[in-house]
């Protein structure tokens, strides 16, 4: 049979186009090696998040005298954070499965080789058997980034973020090495259940990407309350469990750690694609926006795509590209510069749209002149209330003359549960007297964004 569309990877890009071109009528595959619901399910936001709850009822409980509750001899259980954190995972899978299934698109849970493509088909190989497909989907996601760092491989005190959420026991102390996003969420779910943390940062400050004065708090507040964050520094070699690294302007020094989680980045997979005839750019698919690549009958969405690895961003790039073959009308492209996105430090820090970084100095991405709004969350009743001896931070970044959004950055919880609204102001274009008219629920975290509005 020959299929409209074979899908490679069955993650958050792979799973949304396929329940969405399977809903639209076309003949759909779809290949998945492992677990339906890939990274982002089974070894990445999910799991971890799950983890952080589990970390963050503990830590409030710990904390729960500060709100006028006394609770004597709180104590967490790690193999059962780890049981229901798997649960959530399996019930999430089964969801997929189910959507799927629905759909009536077609699954095979198998290793996908790609055999040869031309302008009208491509030929796949998974199961010992041969499918044919018009288009091809490639949503084969991304694999860690292992730094070429002597001692690295072959150690079993180093994981990477497969084997830190898989873990059997707390460790009692843990190096991470890469104070990006990965690093800082698992900094806090161990610094949280009480191990001794160390993150060794290449870069002048942790989250590089992020808006400075958000990072600068979280840092502080991590660095009072035991974590020790290294900038500027790099790891030189790891000998068992034991890590040698050279601060800027100084002599190698060593530290020891149960573990060494090494989260430096990830790299487009392309496993299975050694027939793959398409243009590449910095090891990645190259795509354009309408996430086709350079053979028209060929696409692909997520990590793969090396553009921003984010889950939301995968299945808002893979409805980009089935809205495209279904021919939908109007063309729907990705607004990649209102694009959310949250670290689940505690506190949280969520941003949308550019940063001053990105308007100034030798990161300017943009010429415009732009005013920054600011207020402390502390403005926010409902944040008072809920975040004893917190101060957070709330950022509008406007462009000075056409007084629209360009970005927003906050520090706070839950800043994950309101960015989504800076994302629709920053998406939309609203200018600030436009966003003013915007009436928020009372009292709720969001209003922060309202107020720091109107000063
Ligand atoms: P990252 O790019 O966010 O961070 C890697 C960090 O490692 C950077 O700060 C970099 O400066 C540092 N680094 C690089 N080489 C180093 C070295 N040799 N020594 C010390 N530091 C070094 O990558 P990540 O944290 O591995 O995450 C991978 C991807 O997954 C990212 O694109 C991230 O956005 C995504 N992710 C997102 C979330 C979320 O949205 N909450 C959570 C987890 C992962």
Redesign the pocket.
């Known amino acids: 049979m020959m299929y409209n569309l074979a899908i490679i990877g069955g993650g958050p890009a792979g799973y949304t186009a396929a329940a969405m071109a399977s809903n639209a009528g076309m003949r759909t595959v779809i290949f998945e090696k492992e677990q339906l619901g890939g990274t982002c399910l089974n070894v ?2 999910i799991p ?1 998040k799950t983890l952080l709850y589990s970390a963050k009822q503990y830590h409030n409980a710990l904390a729960a005298g500060k709100y006028g509750v006394d609770v004597e001899a709180v104590k967490f259980n790690f193999q059962k954070m780890q049981q229901r954190k798997q649960k959530v995972v399996r019930k999430l899978v089964a969801g997929v499965k189910q959507r799927l299934q629905n759909e009536n698109c077609q699954l095979v849970a198998a290793e996908a080789k790609l055999m040869f493509h031309n302008s009208d088909k491509v030929v796949i190989e998974a199961a010992g058997e041969t499918f044919e497909a018009e288009r091809l989907l490639i949503c084969t996601g991304s694999v860690n980034f292992v ?1 070429p ?1 002597e001692g690295i491989h072959d150690n079993d005190a180093v994981w990477d973020s497969t084997a830190a959420l898989a873990a059997t026991e707390l460790p009692a102390s843990i190096v991470i ?7 800082m ?1 698992f900094a806090t779910l161990f610094s949280e259940l009480g191990s001794r943390v160390t993150v ?4 002048p400050r ?3 990407q992020l808006d400075t004065e958000c990072v600068d708090i979280l840092q502080d507040k991590y660095r009072k309350n035991g974590v020790n964050i290294l900038t500027s520094t ?2 030189t070699r790891i000998d068992g469990n034991w890590v040698y690294f050279v601060a800027e302007g100084t002599e190698e020094q060593v530290i020891d750690a149960d573990k060494i989680l090494v ?4 790299r487009a997979n392309l496993s299975g694609l050694d027939n793959l005839r398409v243009e590449m750019q910095r090891g990645a698919v190259r795509v354009n926006d309408m996430m086709q690549t350079s053979e028209k009958n060929i696409f692909a969405a997520g990590d793969v795509t090396g553009k921003i ?2 889950a939301h961003v995968a299945s808002r790039q893979a409805e980009v590209a089935v809205g495209y073959m279904l021919k939908q009308i109007p063309l729907q492209r990705i607004a990649y510069n209102a694009i959310p ?4 430090t505690n506190p949280e820090i969520a941003s949308v749209g550019l940063t001053e970084s990105d308007l100034t100095g030798k990161d300017c991405v943009l010429p415009i002149e732009f005013v920054v709004k600011k207020l402390p969350m502390t403005f926010s009743g409902r944040f008072v209330a809920e975040n004893e001896g917190e101060t957070g931070l709330c950022k509008l970044i406007v462009d000075k003359s056409k007084k629209t959004i360009l970005g927003v950055h906050a520090i706070g919880n839950p800043c994950s549960e309101f960015i989504a609204a800076a994302s629709f102001a920053v998406r939309m274009g609203y200018t600030l007297p436009e966003f003013e008219q915007v009436v928020f629920p009372h009292p709720t975290v969001s209003e922060i964004l309202r107020e720091t509005a109107l000063i």
Request: proline share 6%; glycine share 18%; net charge neutral.
């Open positions: 990445g936001c971890t730094p760092i090495v890469g104070g990006g996003v990965i690093g969420e060794i940062e290449a870069m942790i989250l590089p790099k790891v989260s430096v980045g990830r690895m984010l996105s949250v670290v689940y």
